[in-house]
């Protein structure tokens, strides 16, 4: 399922000026930000921002591209890992690459690098999500257990007996994975 966010995406391979500009306009703090407090200036984050931007026009034209998130999310982490590359090759000398071949690589490792963020915090998001729609007694157990409390501990603070906790967690489990395992965005997410 496509964000509403693609536009962007058709935005970069239409060359439509007033949403581009406007997508720089909402992306460029954020990058500006991360890069000048790491060791980068505003013009390292302006050519960090153009760099993203030409490695997801390759993929989108190379082949189809679903945008699951916020745009301004996605080019944020494709911007973080080029500008964290680009710090770790400054300390690299005497190696020399086809300019062109660099930007194709860099443009599949930095898309698939944030399509596995994405997809992570899909997971994360469907994970609450269905969590939410378990009844409030199985999300006070399961949520206390994952804090750290014993599940004798939380058995005592729910006012339920110990093998009555265990049997209800197992129950909780299954019934959170039969959920998440039903939503139409399992398979999506390559759980």
């Known amino acids: 399922m496509d964000h509403p966010d693609s536009i962007y995406l ?9 949403l581009l500009k406007e997508l720089y306009q909402k992306c460029f703090g954020k990058i500006r930000h991360f890069v000048v407090h790491n060791s980068g200036t505003e013009d390292d984050a302006w050519d960090i921002l153009q760099e993203a931007m030409t490695s997801i026009f390759i993929k989108v ?13 996605f080019i944020y982490i494709v911007c973080r890992n080029l500008w964290i590359k680009h710090l770790r090759n400054n300390h690299l000398a005497g190696v020399t690459l086809d300019p062109e071949m660099v930007s194709v690589l860099k443009a599949d490792d930095d898309i698939a690098i944030a399509e596995d963020c994405i997809r992570q915090q899909g997971r994360r998001e469907l994970f609450f999500e269905k969590l939410n729609q378990l009844g409030e ?26 093998a009555y906790a265990r049997k209800r967690k197992t129950e909780c489990m299954a019934k959170l994975i039969s959920l998440i395992k039903q939503s139409p965005f399992y398979e999506q997410l390559k759980w």
């Open 10 to 18: 058709n935005a970069l391979v239409t060359n439509n000026e007033p």
């Open 61 to 73: 034209k190379q082949q189809s591209f679903t945008l699951t998130c916020p745009f301004d999310a």
């Open 137 to 162: 007694g199985c999300r006070e157990l399961l949520q206390q257990n994952w804090r750290g409390a014993q599940l004798n501990e939380v058995a005592v603070k729910l006012k339920i007996s110990y």
